[in-house]
């Protein structure tokens, strides 16, 4: 059965470091990938997907991720994190059949100034 | 104002008590979703509905109850709740059923189970 692992339960950083979110995917065939952020007190929002192509994908507010087949990861990454970047990341990986998403249990980003 | 709306936003409940949530999504879309997320837990896939026909029932217990009168709408009706239901209830909606796409999420409704 597919499963995603996101190892760390919360992770902090300070303001303009740069930072990188683990994730590991376990899935028999090419997996479609994504990155979702969610906000205290509102709902998921895409960051980026990684369907096919190049490895490296870029999303929304300057995060990107690098698909690595040989290690089942897909990592998020952001060069320089601002403190709005405070939120929960959940990993997510879509099953065969393409209907049911099924998601890490979430990295909370805490942001110090 | 967001693609997927959901009400009420906070909800308390006695275990017998029988009350709905309501999801309505303004993006088109023809498949729509509820996930349970409980604190320190994955979310849950609870149940997908494909152009109004239910295609997924994630062995959810029959105290939940959907509907999906049409492709814009969804409903989640309870009743007899466990204190264990509390949690953050999120309704999403995609393009279609063939996840290739993102998922368009409302800001979800807290229960509380008394």
């Known amino acids: 059965a597919q499963s995603v692992t996101q190892p760390d339960i919360h992770i902090t950083v300070s303001e303009g470091a740069s930072l990188e979110l683990r994730c590991n995917y376990s899935?028999?065939?090419?997996?479609?990938l994504f990155w979702y952020v969610q906000s205290p007190g509102q709902g998921l929002q895409l960051l980026l997907k990684?369907?096919?192509?190049?490895?490296l994908v870029q999303g929304i507010k300057g995060f990107e991720a690098e698909f690595k087949r040989s290690q089942s990861s897909f990592n998020l990454r952001k060069p320089s994190v601002h403190w709005s970047d405070a939120a929960e990341y959940f990993c997510?990986?879509?099953?065969?059949?393409?209907?049911?998403?099924?998601f890490g249990a979430g990295t909370r980003l805490f942001v110090k100034a | 104002e967001t693609g997927v709306t959901q009400t009420p936003r906070h909800l308390v409940m006695g275990m017998t008590n029988k009350k709905s949530l309501k999801c309505e999504q303004h993006?088109?879309?023809?498949?729509m979703y509820w996930y349970k997320q409980s604190a320190k837990k994955p979310l849950e896939l609870m149940f997908v509905?494909?152009?109004?026909?239910?295609?997924e029932n994630n062995s959810v217990p029959s105290r939940f109850s959907p509907e999906c009168p049409n492709s814009s709408h969804l409903f989640l009706h309870l009743h007899t709740l466990q204190p264990e239901d509390s949690a953050l209830y999120l309704c999403?909606?995609?393009?279609?059923?063939?996840?290739?796409?993102?998922?368009?999420f409302g800001e979800g409704s807290r229960l509380t189970v008394l």
């Open positions: 999403a909606s995609s393009q279609n059923t063939m996840n290739t796409g993102e998922l368009f």
């Open positions: 899935y028999g065939a090419t997996p479609y």
């Open positions: 990684y369907f096919s192509g190049d490895t």
């Open positions: 997510a990986v879509v099953n065969t059949g393409g209907f049911k998403t099924i």
């Open positions: 993006l088109g879309h023809n498949a």
């Open positions: 509905y494909s152009l109004e026909e239910r295609v």
